[in-house]
């Protein structure tokens, strides 16, 4: 790693994870209420009510897996830095670019394995 990027502060880039993956299960947390169970008495909710409920219960769950996958995306990425793989593609094991890492610390491919990730998916 050291060689393809001269200025390379590991503490840094872990503390940049460590506060996004605390940011992250902040969110988390501040939307725990979105997706209780919806309470499917008519008596007390109207049946539109009710259907914009569930939605935005769905819509809190989606968010939710999103979080989910974007903490598994930190870990992996903490996971590669302790072993010394951070900073590398983990589909051609080529270089990531300098400025790719400091947009999204986390990002597991390089440009290149992106775009083909994205043209066969």
């Known amino acids: 790693m050291t060689e393809d990027y001269p200025d390379f502060d590991p503490a840094a880039v872990r503390d940049a994870l460590e ?22 008495d ?25 979080r989910d996958a974007e903490l598994a995306r930190i870990k992996a990425a903490l996971e590669r830095l302790e072993a010394g793989d951070y900073g590398y593609c983990v589909v051609c ?3 990531i670019g300098a400025r790719r890492l400091q947009a999204d610390p986390a990002i597991p491919t390089c440009v290149d394995c992106a775009a083909d990730a994205g043209r066969t998916g």
Do not use: I, K
Request: charged share 30%.
């Open 19 to 40: 506060a996004r993956r605390d940011a992250v299960r902040a969110l988390g947390q501040v939307s725990a209420e979105s997706r209780r169970p919806v309470t499917l």
């Open 42 to 66: 008519q008596q007390s909710v109207g049946r539109l009510s009710r259907m914009d409920a569930l939605q935005g219960q769905e819509m809190a769950l989606a968010q939710n897996r999103r």
């Open 93 to 95: 094991d080529e270089p």
